[in-house]
């Protein structure tokens, strides 16, 4: 339910779900990181968790940096509020 809210508010383009979105990514892709690459050697399946950690990281860098998603947050919140 956690999770459908906030990709509620972020689809209505409120700032603070961007950014909110933004750090819990971050989050997810340093900690799986953390975790999957000294279990790499030993747990090949380990790859899985550095491949979403990395989507994570992409995710988070896209809500960062990309203009038209920027651009269409802010269109959202225009139409929205």
């Known amino acids: 339910m956690f999770t459908l809210a906030l990709c509620h508010y972020l689809y209505q383009g409120r700032t ?9 990514s971050l989050a997810a ?3 799986g990181v953390v975790v999957a690459l000294p279990a790499l050697p030993a747990a090949p399946v380990a790859i899985v968790f550095l491949f979403v950690a990395a989507l994570y990281g992409l995710c ?7 203009r ?3 651009a ?6 225009e139409v929205r509020s």
């Open 16 to 24: 603070w779900a961007r950014w909110f979105t933004v750090a819990v």
């Open 29 to 31: 892709s340093v900690g």
């Open 60 to 66: 988070a860098l896209v809500l960062v940096f990309s």
């Open 68 to 70: 038209p998603a920027r």
């Open 72 to 77: 269409f947050l802010r269109h959202q919140h």
